[in-house]
């Protein structure tokens, strides 16, 4: 199976490379944070199945700190993008006949409005904190 669609439009990395069943590769695993993973490898499942069971190790340490890209989901912020939503006049997009042009115009002008009051921001996490619940992260 040919994964570089996915791979080239999503910030995914595939961690391992090789047949998981027979000899073809029926079984992926992605990740967007592949340097925490120190190796993937097959392994013979317990249940009957004629797959290899894909399994990760974690890195033993990572990087000391790393920039990520969070989006300010401060209270005022918050409360600045319910009061553009409540106020924008969205009537225009009614007139649009064709269904996916009124969808994709309304994509856009929510995007901008969110991108306008919640605005990302580059913080600094540590080793310390778990990626997925560090105070920058977890509101997001």
């Known amino acids: 199976m040919n994964v570089d669609l996915l ?12 047949p998981t069943h027979s000899s073809s590769q029926l079984d992926f695993i992605f ?3 592949p340097e925490f993973i120190s190796s993937t490898y097959t392994s ?4 009957p199945s004629e797959h290899l069971g894909l ?22 912020n ?5 009061y553009l939503l409540d106020t924008t006049d969205f ?10 042009d009124a969808s994709n115009v309304l994509m856009k002008r929510l995007v901008s409005i969110y991108d306008q ?3 990302l921001k580059s913080v600094l996490v540590s080793n310390k904190d778990l990626f997925y619940i560090t105070h920058y992260v977890k509101f997001c």
Not at 55 to 76: E, L, Y
Not at 78 to 82: G, P, Q
């Open 44 to 47: 013979p499942l317990t249940i």
């Open 55 to 76: 399994i990760t190790m974690p890195c033993a340490t990572r990087k000391k700190k790393r920039r990520v890209m969070v989006r300010d989901n401060s209270k005022s």
């Open 7 to 18: 791979t080239s439009q999503l910030p995914l990395t595939s961690l391992y490379e090789g």
């Open 78 to 82: 918050i409360h600045f993008l319910n």
């Open 117 to 119: 009051c919640c605005p």
């Open 31 to 33: 990740s967007t944070i």
């Open 91 to 100: 009537n225009d997009i009614l007139s649009i006949e064709n269904a996916n």
